[in-house]
């Protein structure tokens, strides 16, 4: 094998085969609807803190046990804050973390990209689908 056709050493930048790769495993951890969707509420949100009645209300769809499951893996992850008003019910804030805002952009060129180019996703699932019934 010549230098430039090697496979990428393991752990090497860009390499998604490999599991300790850096946008792999980011992937793994936003790549859901959810987590997506409530960065972008959560981006949004005026004030900056949400509570949890709030967030699920603008996350159309979203179950509380699913939205409580994101907002977890978000905080064990570093990219929401989460405050407890110590009143009875106890009362849930979320904000996101500076590490969580500069997720934003990315996320924004990812939906840009989307509205650009899902109409042409679309007609090819369809070619292909008439492709497989003939």
Same mark, same amino acid.
């Given at each position: 094998?010549?230098?430039?056709?090697?496979?990428?050493?393991?752990?090497?930048?860009?390499?998604?085969?490999?599991?300790?790769?850096?946008?792999?495993?980011?992937?793994?951890?936003?790549?859901?609807?959810?987590?997506? &969707?409530?960065?972008?509420?959560?981006?949004?949100?005026?004030?900056?803190?949400?509570?949890?009645?709030?967030?699920?209300?603008?996350?159309?769809?979203?179950?509380?046990? &699913?939205?409580?499951?994101?907002?977890?893996?978000?905080?064990?992850?570093?990219?929401?804050?989460?405050?407890?008003?110590?009143?009875?019910?106890?009362?849930?804030?979320?904000?996101?973390?500076?590490?969580?805002?500069?997720?934003?952009?990315?996320?924004?060129?990812?939906?840009?990209?989307?509205?650009?180019? &899902?109409?042409?996703?679309?007609?090819?699932?369809?070619?292909?689908?008439?492709?497989?019934?003939?």
């Amino acid at each position: 094998m010549t230098p430039s056709s090697q496979p990428p050493a393991p752990g090497r930048r860009g390499d998604l085969f490999d599991p300790e790769c850096p946008t792999r495993r980011l992937l793994d951890r936003i790549g859901t609807k959810w987590t997506s &969707m409530a960065i972008k509420v959560l981006a949004e949100a005026d004030p900056q803190e949400v509570r949890f009645a709030e967030l699920q209300r603008r996350m159309t769809g979203v179950s509380q046990k &699913m939205l409580s499951v994101t907002l977890q893996n978000m905080t064990r992850d570093g990219l929401v804050h989460r405050r407890v008003e110590a009143t009875v019910p106890p009362r849930v804030h979320y904000r996101l973390t500076p590490l969580g805002l500069t997720l934003e952009e990315p996320l924004a060129r990812l939906r840009a990209w989307a509205e650009e180019h &899902m109409a042409e996703v679309d007609r090819a699932n369809e070619q292909h689908a008439q492709e497989q019934t003939a």
